[in-house]
T-cell receptor
Framework: QKEVEQNSGPLSVPEGAIASLNCTYS??????FFWYRQYSGKSPELIMS????GDKEDGRFTAQLNKASQYVSLLIRDSQPSDSATYLC???????????FGDGTTLTVKP | GAGVSQSPSNKVTEKGKDVELRCDPI?????LYWYRQSLGQGLEFLIY????????KSGLPSDRFSAERTGGSVSTLTIQRTQQEDSAVYLC???????????FGQGTRLTVV
């Protein structure tokens, strides 16, 4: 079992819809969770971080964390074609603080 | 402020040659990562430096790969006797410390011919 698992996709949604991206992790003691966006040919960039159970909203993005279920998700409301990218989930381990990345989910938003 | 800087941006090398890739992290960042990404694939973890702790080398794919970090700042990833399967984008990232987000450099595209 991978330490961080994501649906590989691809995920396709129409413009204006809600895109839902999911991630599960294996280390129950993990404390920090991040979502990165990577456009084709570019480096990953941070879009959301979450540390506590519940929801965290930033503009059109909402991160959700459920530590009991070892599950973190990213919702993108009013999806735009410019949101088309690969989304990477990262989880930091409790001891060394090292980020472990999932393989990413590729999202396509169709006009 | 300056971000993570990697050099060179592109490197073409002949099979069997050694290459060195450089990473200048954000000033003050104690953690530094190297990842490899092949076309259309996810990030492959190579090595992690955190402060003065022994580096986590668990991701290095073979003994041809090595990395060092001098003075807690600049890092160099060395690949000896390059093979065609080493062709990929090598990404460096740094973070302020434990449980903080990583900031990525622009990557070095390595092509082994």
């Amino acid at each position: 079992q991978k330490e961080v698992e994501q649906n590989s996709g691809p995920l396709s949604v129409p413009e204006g819809a809600i895109a839902s991206l999911n991630c599960t992790y294996s280390d129950r003691g993990s404390q920090s969770f991040f979502w990165y966006r990577q456009y084709s040919g570019k480096s990953p960039e941070l879009i959301m971080s979450i540390y506590s159970n519940g929801d965290k909203e930033d503009g059109r993005f909402t991160a959700q964390l459920n530590k009991a279920s070892q599950y973190v998700s990213l919702l993108i409301r009013d999806s735009q074609p410019s949101d088309s990218a690969t989304y990477l989930c990262a989880v930091n381990d409790r001891s060394a603080g090292k980020s472990t990345f999932g393989d990413g989910t590729t999202l396509t938003v169709k006009p | 402020g300056a971000g993570v800087s990697q050099s060179p941006s592109n490197k073409v090398t002949e099979k069997g040659k050694d290459v060195e890739l450089r990473c200048d992290p954000i000033s003050g960042h104690t953690a530094l990562y190297w990842y490899r990404q092949s076309l259309g694939q996810g990030l492959e973890f190579l090595i992690y430096f955190q402060g003065n702790s022994a580096p986590d080398k668990s991701g290095l794919p073979s003994d041809r790969f090595s990395a060092e970090r001098t003075g807690g700042s600049v890092s160099t990833l060395t690949i000896q006797r390059t093979q065609q399967e080493d062709s990929a984008v090598y990404l460096c990232a740094s973070s302020l410390g434990y449980n903080t987000e990583a900031f990525f450099g622009q990557g070095t595209r390595l092509t082994v011919v």
